[in-house]
């Protein structure tokens, strides 16, 4: 599916590119659907791009919340096998989890991010998924 394919059906809009950028090996987007409140935004990710591994922390409460929109994506927490991500999957992420997701290697991909309320949040970044794992998906 091309960009323009895509972009008709990823209804929440792709968005800026990512500011946190640096955390990503190729390029996604952000389109922030909250502005109070619990914190929603639709990420993008063109073709093969992936977050690095990372951790949601926080002293109390929160996590992650992906919910799927459009393309077709991977998820996976350290130690466990990646989970194919299709529009209308849900992946609830707890804190403290080493994990990672992105768009697969032919397939644009959305999700929004849904930041669980929680006290002293905070992301852990950490080591990127290098191309030898992530292209034996």
């Known amino acids: ?15 800026e590119p990512n500011r946190l950028g640096q955390y990503f090996i190729g390029n996604s987007f952000l ?5 109070k ?8 990710f063109e073709p093969g791009c992936r977050n690095n591994w990372h951790i949601h922390h926080a002293k109390s409460g929160g996590g ?3 919910i799927c929109t459009a393309g077709s994506g991977w998820f996976q927490e ?6 194919s991500l ?12 080493k994990h990672w997701h992105g768009a697969k290697k032919d ?7 849904v930041e669980v309320p929680g006290e002293e949040i905070w992301h852990e970044w950490l080591e990127p998924v290098v191309d030898e794992v992530y292209n034996e998906l």
């Open 107 to 113: 397939s644009w991909f959305s999700h929004i991010s």
């Open 31 to 35: 389109n922030p659907l909250t502005d």
């Open 78 to 83: 350290e130690g466990k096998e990646p989970i």
């Open 37 to 44: 409140g619990v914190a929603m935004v639709n990420v993008t």
């Open 86 to 97: 299709e529009p209308g999957k849900v992946i609830s992420i707890p804190t403290d989890v």
């Open 64 to 66: 992650q919340i992906l």
């Open 1 to 15: 599916m091309n960009e323009e394919e895509f972009s008709k059906i990823n209804v929440f809009g792709k968005g």
